[in-house]
Every structure is written in C-alpha cells, then in structure tokens.
C-alpha cells in the first residue's frame, strides 16, 4: 500500500486501503457481498425438512459465519475510528492491509457461486449457469499481477524449475565445507524449541543472495536456505515503498545494498575490498546471480568462488572452505 498512511488520510485510511486492496478485483466482493444477501433471504425463507437433511446454505452456516465476522471487523479492523488510534502504536500501518484477507471474500464468492449453481433444478440450467460462472471467473477483472500467478506450473513444486536446481546444489556444496561441519557440531543436543537452540540451528543452514525473481519462490519452496535480505528490505531495495520504510538509512542495509550492487555491476566505485567486507558484515555464504548480468571479475578479486552454473544462473560461494583446501 505504497503511499496510503493514517497521518495522511486519517479517517479516510481504511476505505483507502479497501480499494487499494481489492483494486481491480472489486468484482469479487460485490460477488462475495451479494451472496450473503441471498444467502440471508434463503435463511429467512428456508426450514430444515422434516428427513433432517439441511436445505439450501447448510441451513445458512457459512452466511451466519460470514456476517459474524463481518460485523466484528466493522467494529475493529474496518473501524476508522478504532483503526487511526490503535494501528499506528501497534506499528501496523505498512502492512495493515493484510488484515483483509481475515475475510473469506475470495473463497466466500466461490461459494457462494457454486451453491447457486446446485440449487438450480434442472441439469440443463445448472449447465448453462456453471459454464456462466466459469466464464466470469476467467474474464473478470483482477489486480495486476494475478494473471502471472495464474499460469500453469512447469512443476510439482511450482516454482520456477531453476529453483530446486539451484537449491540442491547450494546444499550440495554447504554440506561439504568446514563451516557447515563445525556449526552442526556446535548445534548437536540443543533443543530447537528455545531462542538459544533455534539460533545454532539457523547456523547451520547457508545463508544466500538470490535474484530478485528467485528469491520469492525460494522463501516458500525451501526453508532450509536463509536469505540475507529480509523481505522488506529487499523490496525497499528493488524501488517498492510497499512496506512504508524507507531502509536506505538502516546500518544493516547498506552492506547488503552493496553486495547487489556489486553482484551487477550497479557501482562502479565498489572495490573488492569493499565488497569482501560487506560479505563478512552480512555473513553471505552464496550469491547467485543470472549468467548475462555477473560481474564476474569483481566477485572472484572479492574471494568469491564459481561453485556451479545451473540453469542460467551462476553460483558463487563466499568465505567457505573444504577440507585440504585453502580459504
């Protein structure tokens, strides 16, 4: 919600987020919004039958589940009044608009369509409605974006197919140095389910720079690869004033920014010293960087070392060593 804050639009903050929010999507909570007004006229009008086998909504329980929330979150999160004096002391304002999703409107429209699809009596209807309804759900209008989600997977995991590719051989690697062996001595016995125990095992898991089109679809498809940027930071750095901080002043930053930089070319003035102490302050173990874009000469005089090209994408470790070899 780059842009919409509390101190600018005060009680106007919430519809803002709102339209923000569903943008071009608002099609689907008008869907959403009219089928808990039928779904109500159908509770009003509907018993259950004497067999015992519920009519209608399941007699209304997803309507009845529905405007419960609804009318809580009309009286919390979608309060303006509640909204403008809690949110900015709990520090929500960037990423308030993920409190939207509390509300099914997306699976609730879904619902709603296909009940109304069944409570069609004939099959010739009922045919014609779905085939209706399948055409809205591919040409109604949705957020940018949406459509590139919606293509299909080149794979089970999916995920770009360099993704699992890259991933394996970054373990691969990792699993053979010094480092990796000495951390996981170090994380024997600890209890994984206290700070200090959690701590040493993340130890043991490579810490890595990804481009920015993998680094997304790493997060969710391998967990056992740390990433040196944290998401916000990340998207600060692509441009996005998504998350409302601006973290070009953050200490933290400004050694990860470099290592980009490096990593394409970006700043000329980088030096390899400069770079190799970057790499030590945000304790990268690999950078993986597209073949076209690798600023190779830079990377190799900082001590980077080319581990791998895999599938268009070189890999380069950083300050590991193996055994009988040198740093």
Not at 162 to 171: F, R
Request: charged share 20%.
């Amino acid at each position: 919600m780059e842009g919409v804050t509390i101190s600018k639009y005060g009680l106007a903050f919430v519809p803002k987020v709102l339209v923000g929010y569903f943008g071009q999507s608002w099609f689907i909570l008008i869907i959403f919004i009219a089928g808990m007004i039928a779904g109500t006229y159908v509770i009003l009008r509907e018993r259950t039958d004497p067999s015992g086998k519920q009519a209608g909504f399941q007699s209304g329980g997803v309507t009845k589940m529905n405007w419960a929330v609804l009318i809580v979150f009309l009286l919390t999160l979608y309060n303006p009044f509640v909204v403008k004096a809690l949110v900015p002391r709990l520090g929500m304002t960037p990423v308030y608009y993920r409190a939207f999703w509390a509300l099914p409107v997306v699976t609730g429209a879904a619902y709603y369509l296909t009940s109304f699809a069944f409570r069609v009596k004939t099959k010739v209807a009922a045919i014609v409605l779905s085939a209706v309804i399948a055409v809205m759900a591919v040409l109604m209008p949705v957020n940018p974006g949406i459509r590139y989600h919606l293509r299909m997977p080149d794979n089970i995991y999916k995920v770009s197919g360099s993704v699992p590719v890259i991933c394996d051989a970054i373990h691969r690697d990792f699993e053979q140095t010094d480092q990796y062996q000495e951390k996981l001595s170090a994380a024997e016995g600890a209890d994984r389910m206290t700070k200090k125990g959690a701590r040493k095992f993340v130890r043991t898991l490579p810490r890595c720079v990804f481009p920015y089109e993998l680094e997304f679809q790493v997060r969710p498809y391998d967990p056992s690869i740390t990433l040196v940027f944290r998401r916000d930071m990340r998207l600060s750095y692509e441009g996005s004033m998504a998350t409302g901080v601006d973290y070009s002043e953050w200490k933290a930053f400004t050694p990860r920014k470099m290592i980009l930089d490096a990593m394409y070319g970006r700043d000329p003035s980088i030096t390899p010293d400069m770079l190799r102490e970057s790499l030590k302050k945000a304790k990268a173990n690999y950078l993986v960087v597209e073949n076209h874009l690798d600023n190779r000469e830079l990377l190799e005089k900082a001590g980077c070392r080319l581990i791998g090209d895999e599938a268009g994408y070189h890999i380069y470790s950083w300050g590991l060593t193996k055994s009988g070899e040198a740093g």
